[in-house]
Each structure stands twice: as structure tokens, then as C-alpha cells.
């Protein structure tokens, strides 16, 4: 596997953990406050954040970075 693909890899899984956690855990207080179940619902939502969004990260961001750059000169 060629190293920038390699760096692109870790990229997205290292974005995936750090934005589905604070998008998750910021969600999961507004809307079920902090109680004794807070940190088993909060873990099982971020789980599922971050599968949905690492696919997509994945896909989409080299999309996106060409039509980036592609605007900005």
C-alpha cells in the first residue's frame, strides 16, 4: 500500500474518532442529559457515528478536496 494512501487511511479514522465523539457526546447531553445511563448510550452512538461516518469520510473526502481545489486557486 503506497504511503499516501496509507496517510489518507489514518486520517479519516483518526477524523472519524474525534468528530463523531464530540458530535455524539454533545448530542447525547442535550438531549438525555447526564444520568446513570449517559456513558453505555452515549458509547453505543458514537459507535454507530463513527461507522457511518468513517465510509463516508472515506469516499466523499477525496471528492470533495478536487472540487476544492479546483475553486480555489
Known amino acids: 500500500m503506497k504511503k499516501e494512501l496509507k496517510r489518507k487511511i489514518a486520517?479519516?479514522?483518526s477524523m472519524?474518532?474525534?468528530t463523531t465523539a464530540i458530535v455524539?457526546?454533545?448530542l447525547i447531553v442535550i438531549n438525555v442529559g447526564f444520568n446513570?445511563?449517559?456513558v453505555a448510550?452515549?458509547?453505543k452512538s458514537w459507535f454507530?457515528?463513527?461507522i457511518v461516518v468513517v465510509p463516508f469520510i472515506l469516499i466523499l473526502g477525496p471528492r470533495l478536496q478536487t472540487f476544492i481545489d479546483s475553486k480555489v486557486d
Open 11 to 13: 486520517f479519516a479514522l
Open 16 to 18: 472519524g474518532i474525534i
Open 24 to 26: 455524539s457526546f454533545t
Open 36 to 38: 446513570k445511563e449517559f
Open 41 to 43: 448510550i452515549w458509547l
Open 48 to 50: 454507530v457515528a463513527y
